[in-house]
């Protein structure tokens, strides 16, 4: 994507967003890119957007959302790996903006694809969306995600969002509940080698992410803390590719 002109942007991705003035300023959101080494090759978790949502119908996506403010005063047993955290910080210029990002992430995972990140132990949310959670005996953690890309969606989109990408391995999920999740805002998850994926009905963006990811896992394969965090977004109406 990088250098592609915002018309040409427009054009690509006319079917994946609902486009008109929309607002300004992007709202900030994070994503989930839980993956699986059990087997020969890696595979990632990705789910089918409802065809009735403005943003990305129908599409294939991580799961992932808005960012609540009330998700940075929810307690966790580990934080994120230091290297991963300063580069977060720095990016949303503040440490309890950081620590919301980073656990919407895991609480986004658990609503849509219905995986809750963190170890078996009491719980005791402060926020009512967490009661999923306690209800399963799982407190949440960071120390297992990396941060991995962040991305702005362009304008002239109805939804625009800053979103903060992660990623982390299958290992770090407690609990992996056979119905889905309970917002049921993914249909037909799977588990899908990189390859598959990246040839699946998937957005522009994610294509993207998905090759930034499958270039870091060339040359590190564990995903350790402080990789590369390439930046994707719009400037001067080209896409431009940068580092955090």
């Not at 219905?114 to 799982?138: C, E, M, N, Y």
Request: aromatic share 6%.
């Amino acid at each position: 994507m990088e250098g592609i002109s915002r018309a040409d942007l427009d054009k690509a991705e006319a079917k994946d967003f609902v486009l008109g003035k929309g607002p300004l300023r992007p709202r900030a959101a994070a994503t989930m890119i839980v993956l699986d080494r059990s087997g020969a090759q890696v595979r990632v978790l990705m789910g089918r957007r409802h065809r009735s949502h403005a943003f990305m119908p129908g599409k294939f996506v991580f799961p992932g959302g808005r960012t609540d403010p009330g998700d940075g005063r929810i307690a966790v047993v580990s934080q994120l790996p230091a290297e991963d955290r300063s580069r977060l910080e720095a990016a949303t210029r503040s440490v309890s903006r950081a620590r919301a990002v980073a656990l919407s992430a895991v609480r986004e995972t658990y609503e849509e694809a219905g995986l809750l990140i963190g170890s078996k132990a009491p719980f005791q949310p402060r926020h009512d969306d967490w009661t999923g959670f306690a209800a399963h005996g799982v407190a949440p953690s960071l120390d297992g995600l990396r941060y991995v890309a962040r991305a702005i969606t362009p304008p002239g989109r109805v939804r625009r969002y800053d979103t903060h990408f992660f990623a982390a391995w299958r290992d770090c999920v407690a609990v992996e509940l056979a119905e889905g999740g309970p917002t049921q805002e993914l249909e037909e998850l799977a588990w899908l080698s990189l390859d598959e994926a990246s040839a699946a009905d998937i957005p522009t963006i994610t294509r993207s992410i998905l090759g930034e990811l499958e270039a870091r896992l060339a040359f590190d394969p564990l995903l350790r803390p402080g990789g590369p965090v390439p930046f994707l977004r719009m400037v001067r109406n080209r896409f431009a590719r940068d580092l955090l």
